[in-house]
Each structure stands twice: as structure tokens, then as C-alpha cells.
């Protein structure tokens, strides 16, 4: 499986978002994201890191 999770990255800590994330899209105002369990979130946000390696995608709120 190629699924990741997204944590966001408050005060230099991180904090689980989403679980098993398959789907990111960008949107005008932040980001729309779907997990495989079909859990949807948006947040007003960027990415920040993709890290493939450890199956980890960290954002930042805008």
C-alpha cells in the first residue's frame, strides 16, 4: 500500500490529521484530503514535506 498519514505541524510540533491518506487535492483556499476508509477533511493550509520514505505528508496552517 502507497496510503500515508498527514500531520499538521503546530509550534513545532506535529499532530496526527488524517489517516491513511490516498487522495490530496489543492484547493483556492487550502487543501481537501481522503482517506482509503473515506474519512474527508479540509484545512486552510499548505504542504510543507513529503516524505515517501516514512509515509508522512506534513502541512502548515495558512
Known amino acids: ?12 510540533k506535529e499532530e496526527l490529521l488524517l489517516k491513511e491518506v490516498g487522495m490530496i487535492r489543492p484547493q483556492e483556499d487550502g487543501l481537501f484530503m481522503r482517506s482509503i476508509f473515506g474519512e474527508q477533511k ?3 493550509g499548505r504542504v510543507t514535506e513529503i516524505n515517501l ?4 505528508i506534513i502541512v502548515e496552517k495558512a
Do not use: F, P, R, S
Open 53 to 56: 520514505i516514512d509515509h508522512k
Open 42 to 44: 479540509n484545512i486552510k
Open 1 to 12: 500500500m502507497c496510503e500515508t498519514n498527514v500531520y499538521l505541524k503546530q509550534e513545532g
